[in-house]
């Protein structure tokens, strides 16, 4: 009966956002990966965007942490929690039958990590056994690219924890490169930068707001400034300073200078037909790091390669692992058998 027909759901389980896709609705969930829990029991206090909002101002008791680090997961009973949470906003209270899911791994996953999100997945509620599909395929289909096709597609997906870069063809990965170097490093760099050349302490949350407020990938943004709240080292006492887009753009440019190498090695590892198609339909940028002003100029001056940036980058990844569904068993047979997957998910093959 289709009373009783399954959900299908697509969970782009990142670093820095969980995003929920379930067919027929869209997005239904989009808050950060962040969890707030009791130090003495680990009970959880809160998830999403009310543990967010506490980062940086809860007592001793109760730390917020971030169960996903780099893109795969750091705390596995942490993860699986905040997993059940968000599973359990899809399906209700009343869940008689398990949904069907499909849950993002990175395409240079280990054969450890993707057992970790598998098991957290059905653990957290989802049917047995759970799919998974690498970002940079997920967030082709997303991005409506016709990977179905014996034509390159390059996309470069740019998270919280990493950067992957694939070129890809009748859905299946021919190429890809995996950095852990991406929106969360960018944060870091900024904090670096105000603490060595303003002498001001802040927390990554402030640094990843400037990022968002004036962050550009090329100093061009003269006129974008912002004022910027925080701990003065020398005094200890608060300070308020104004920073610039085009310090924001030189604090991050050894960041940046990562991701741009990670590109160029995918572009020489292409072979020759696809690199045609690569420069003829350009590189599709996903993910939130692709909100970076003037990024895909960037990439572009770099690489030679026309860049663009997907509609919604955002969301891509979470509706290509919901669309998945739907060609599992295409894509199923894209992927390595389960002999391959004792050394890794997607190697790369000998070259």
């Not at 969930?29 to 506490?54: F, K, L, W, Y």
């Not at 970790?116 to 289909?141: F, N, S, T």
């Amino acid at each position: 009966m289709q009373l009783f027909a399954s959900r299908r759901v697509g969970i782009d389980l990142g670093t820095a956002n969980i995003l929920v896709y379930v067919k027929g609705q869209g997005i239904t969930v989009s808050e950060p990966s962040v969890v707030a829990q009791h130090n003495r029991d680990n009970t959880i206090v809160a998830v999403g965007d009310e543990a967010r909002s506490m980062q940086g101002r809860t007592p001793g008791s109760i730390s917020v942490v971030r169960p996903m680090r780099d893109g795969v997961i750091a705390d596995y009973l942490t993860t699986e929690a905040m997993l059940r949470y968000f599973i359990g906003q899809v399906t209700g209270r009343f869940n008689l039958i398990r949904p069907e899911v499909m849950v993002t791994v990175p395409a240079g996953v280990t054969s450890v990590e993707q057992r970790a999100v598998r098991d957290a997945a059905e653990q957290a509620g989802a049917r047995k056994p759970a799919h998974l599909v690498p970002e940079p395929l997920a967030a082709a289909i997303g991005a409506r690219v016709p990977i179905g096709t014996a034509r390159g597609n390059m996309v470069v997906n740019i998270g919280g924890g990493r950067t992957e870069a694939a070129v890809i063809s009748l859905y299946g990965i021919v190429v890809s490169e995996s950095v852990r170097m991406a929106g969360d490093r960018l944060d870091e760099a900024i904090v670096a930068y105000t603490r060595r050349r303003h002498n001001l302490i802040i927390g990554e949350r402030t640094a990843e707001e400037i990022k968002m407020a004036i962050g550009s990938a090329l100093p061009v943004d003269e006129g974008l400034e912002s004022q910027v709240r925080g701990r003065d080292q020398l005094s200890g006492l608060p300070k308020t300073i104004t920073l610039s887009s085009v310090e924001i753009s030189n604090a991050i440019q050894d960041s940046l200078g990562v991701v741009v190498q990670t590109v160029r090695t995918v572009l020489e590892k292409t072979p020759p037909e696809l690199a045609s198609d690569v420069i003829d339909r350009g590189i599709l940028l996903t993910g939130g790091g692709a909100l970076l002003r003037h990024l895909d100029e960037l990439l572009t001056q770099e690489t030679g390669v026309p860049c663009y940036v997907a509609d919604n980058p955002l969301e891509c990844v979470a509706v290509g692992a919901g669309i998945a569904l739907d060609h599992i068993e295409v894509i199923k047979r894209s992927l390595p058998t389960e002999e391959e997957n004792l050394v890794g998910l997607f190697p790369q093959p000998d070259r």
